[in-house]
């Protein structure tokens, strides 16, 4: 749909308006950062406080945060809850830009998207359709497969006249994918867009975005059967006073509650783990400890150390393993 106008037979933002996507990008950072397993866990500790690139070419850039404040360490799970911008700029910066373009580009991405600090932020611009490229990616646990709307052309007597084949490719590692889908289930549960889980009868996942200046509204998100992506902005470029989550999420919802009917489930292999986690540290903890996170692990990357906060809090007979180490000093 490509006015709000759904006959409208003009310019198709759909398909032909570009637009800075914002913290959509962020997903693919994280997925980008998860291909070094041996550096990258959901529970690794990011550092969200002031950052100056500095480039020769160019005068220094000082991302900031939407709230404008730091907040010191956090988990690459909780920064992308909170959808926060310095973590993400500094995993993009470590893992290498041309390494998230490379991610970006094999989820669906066109193969021109620019390789510049920025872009962890989503700066450069896309369409609703390619977006929605990427995301059905996400929805199929990285199988890319290109989006078109004729399947089939047939002859008056229904017969096929010529048939389109589905090209499906996977050049990223699908566990990763999972990982990432773990977390942005848990973004409509409690993060950016935790109304969602409020709202609709069904789980789902997905990622808010806002461009500078409150410029362009973004959602992009899956269900199990249907995957959607909603723009809100102005063709002027002026302000619209809306986030992704005040403006373009609340589009998706309605449509989500009469489209989507499958609630989406994070698809598990042996190959991976799950492991409560401290949101403080990022190291092994215990359900029922403060600030604990249940989170995903391809198999052999989980924290082996405990956290101190572990050790110090209460924790009821049944929420402790009978293989974790407080058990161990009665043995």
């Not at 409560?276 to 990357?301: K, M, P, R, Y």
Request: hydrophobic residues 40%; aromatic residues 10%; glycine residues 6%.
């Amino acid at each position: 749909v490509g006015d709000r106008e759904p006959t409208f037979r003009g310019f198709n933002r759909a398909l032909n308006a570009e637009r800075p996507v914002g913290s959509l990008m962020k997903p693919l950072v994280y997925l980008a950062a998860l291909e070094y397993s041996d550096s990258y866990t959901m529970a690794s500790l990011l550092d969200d406080t002031e950052l100056v690139y500095r480039d020769e070419h160019q005068k220094d850039w000082r991302p900031q945060n939407y709230d404008r404040q730091f907040h010191g360490y956090m988990t690459m799970y909780e920064a992308l809850l909170k959808s926060r911008n310095i973590p993400a700029v500094r995993t993009a910066l470590d893992v290498g830009l041309d390494k998230v373009r490379k991610v970006a580009v094999a989820m669906g991405a066109s193969s021109d998207i620019s390789s510049y600090p920025s872009m962890a932020l989503g700066a450069t611009s896309m369409s609703p359709l390619e977006v929605a490229s990427i995301y059905q990616s996400f929805a199929t646990n990285g199988f890319n497969s290109p989006l078109r709307s004729v399947r089939a052309v047939l002859d008056r007597d229904n017969r096929p006249l010529e048939r389109y084949a589905v090209d499906i490719s996977s050049d990223v590692d699908p566990r990763n994918v999972t990982i990432i889908n773990s977390g942005l289930v848990d973004v409509t549960r409690y993060g950016t867009a935790k109304r969602l889980s409020e709202n609709l009868s069904i789980q789902v996942a997905g990622k808010t975005g806002t461009s500078d200046d409150l410029r362009d509204s973004w959602f992009a998100g899956f269900s199990a059967d249907v995957v959607a992506v909603v723009w809100t902005g102005f063709d002027d470029n002026r302000p619209t006073t809306l986030t992704g989550s005040s403006g373009a999420m609340k589009v998706w919802q309605a449509i989500m509650k009469d489209v989507a009917h499958r609630p989406y489930q994070v698809v598990e292999s042996e190959s991976l783990d799950r492991a409560w986690v401290s949101a403080d540290d990022g190291l092994l903890s215990q359900q029922g400890c403060e600030n604990a996170i249940e989170l995903l692990f391809i198999a052999g990357t989980r924290p082996q150390a405990f956290s101190d906060n572990t050790r110090d809090c209460d924790l009821d007979e049944n929420d402790v393993d009978d293989s974790n180490w407080f058990l161990d000093l009665f043995r």
